[in-house]
């Protein structure tokens, strides 16, 4: 996105304004990480178990 820096007033003028004004184009550059955690699960009991302890905790992080 572009950002605008001016004197305020002179800034505006038509044509000289651009003595009083400064554009720059700022590039953000933002990263997603993800972690990816292997259990095993050695029935369906502990299948259930396992969901709502997964649940639990992403109402913690998103309630």
Do not use: C, N
């Not at 304004?17 to 699960?41: A, M, N, Q, Y």
């Amino acid at each position: 996105h572009r950002v605008v820096r001016k004197v305020p007033l002179l800034g505006d003028i038509p044509i000289i304004g651009l003595l009083f004004r400064k554009t720059t184009t700022v590039i953000e550059k933002t990263s997603l990480l993800i972690f990816i955690t292997p259990h095993v699960i050695r029935s369906p009991e502990e299948m259930a178990e396992k969901t709502e302890e997964k649940k639990k905790e992403g109402e913690k992080v998103l309630p």
